[in-house]
């Protein structure tokens, strides 16, 4: 092999590489790690009486969670909604794998809409993040947690 | 019996307008009724079920946390610290245990 037709052939290689790359996160976007949405379906009519679907994915809502757990029995999550407060009605957080997904509701009255708290993951599963507005729109932002103990046995 | 309740501001004592954060940890087993015991027997679900935020006697949060919110839990909120008052926390478990606390907050 010549000079010129190796710095061609590993230039091709490389750029194949990095589109790979792009391509396995663009995946990662759609099904995130351990996703269960028969089990979250169940969550979500119980508590919103809405489906998956009539939730939408929004960047006004910031879902703050580690990626990779060490204690599935204590994870800190942090929600925040990038709306005024008066548009915020309640703050709603699942996890897909839980024996029961709701983890908890926060009602806004008169406080920011903001709230932390720490939560029981059973195992590798994604946390959901909906956010209610008063002209009643549901807003998510989703997060996989890696667990490598779980929290709820 | 009652639950242990903690109130922390963050600032301690922010100006007028300022977001300060409100930080409450009760003292709570929060058993998810999942769990079993040495025996193999199921501990039964014992987890607080709702908390009330009040300043001033005016409701301005409520929670209502699962089996899947951890032991001991903190629920930390921000507010807009507009003018000094008195926040107070309820809250009640599946035991039909309860408990109140009151922290006062004052502006610099």
Not at chain 1, 109 to 118: D, K, Q
Not at chain 2, 31 to 43: L, N, V, Y
Not at chain 2, 63 to 85: E, H
């Amino acid at each position: 092999m010549d000079r010129r037709s190796f710095v061609k052939a590993s230039a091709g290689a490389v750029a194949g590489a990095l589109l790979a790359n792009q391509l396995t996160s663009a995946l990662a976007q759609g099904g995130l790690e351990g996703e269960d949405l028969a089990n979250l379906e169940k969550g979500l009519q119980a508590t919103l009486r809405r489906g998956f679907k009539d939730l939408t994915p929004s960047r006004d809502v910031k879902l703050v969670a580690p990626t990779i757990a060490e204690s599935g029995a204590n994870v800190p999550i942090e929600i925040e909604a990038l709306l005024p407060a008066e548009q915020v009605k309640a703050i709603y957080c699942f996890c897909d794998k839980n024996a029961n997904p709701l983890l908890f509701t926060v009602e806004i009255m008169g406080v920011l809409p903001y709230f932390a708290t720490r939560v029981r993951v059973a195992e590798t599963a994604p946390v959901r993040a909906v956010v209610e507005t008063k002209d009643g729109r549901f807003l998510l932002a989703s997060q996989s947690v890696r667990v490598t103990v779980g929290g709820c046995g | 019996m009652s639950v242990n309740i903690l109130i922390r501001f963050n600032p301690a004592k922010p100006k007028a307008g300022e977001e300060v954060r409100v930080q409450i940890v009760a003292q709570h087993p929060m058993e998810p009724g999942t769990r079993r015991d040495a025996s193999g027997k199921t501990i039964p679900a014992d987890h607080i079920t709702e908390l009330v935020v009040t300043f001033d006697g005016k409701p301005i949060a409520v929670v209502r946390p699962g089996p899947g919110t951890s032991a001991n839990p903190l629920f930390a909120f921000k507010m807009r610290a507009a003018k000094a008052g008195q926040l107070k926390v309820n809250l009640k478990d599946l035991a039909g245990n309860s408990g109140e606390k009151t922290a006062d907050l004052a502006l610099a």
